[in-house]
């Protein structure tokens, strides 16, 4: 019933910018923690920025002082800003959902970024 929609993703040169958008909708009471996935080319998913409930956030030290994840409770949408885009930043990125009551994780299908001159 919940479903998750990014967008936002695309091409850029190196050193641009993107901000990814994640449109929360359905039945979510509550929620633990939101993040952005990604999973670049033949390799596996890795976190690369989540906010808790609180609204600490954490980040992959490959993204960090680059990315900046954020959230719009009151749209249920949550944000992540990219900028000085590299390369090795090409891959799809999924947003993510822990529900707090339940416990169950909930994916968008996930959004195409592509870095290249």
């Known amino acids: 019933q919940v479903q998750l929609v990014e967008s936002g993703g695309g091409l850029v040169q190196p050193g641009g910018s993107l901000r990814l958008s994640c449109a929360a909708s359905g039945s979510i009471f509550s929620i633990a923690v939101m993040g952005w996935y990604r999973q670049p080319p033949g390799e596996q998913r890795e976190l690369v920025a989540a906010i808790t409930r609180a609204g600490t956030t954490n980040y992959a030290d490959s993204v960090k002082g680059r990315f900046t994840i954020s959230r719009d409770s009151a749209k249920n949408t949550l944000y992540l800003q990219m900028n000085s885009l590299k390369p090795e930043d090409t891959a799809v990125y999924y947003c993510?959902?822990?529900?707090?009551?339940?416990?169950?994780?909930?994916w968008g299908k996930g959004t195409l970024v592509t870095v290249s001159s």
């Open positions: 993510n959902i822990r529900s707090l009551a339940s416990g169950v994780l909930y």
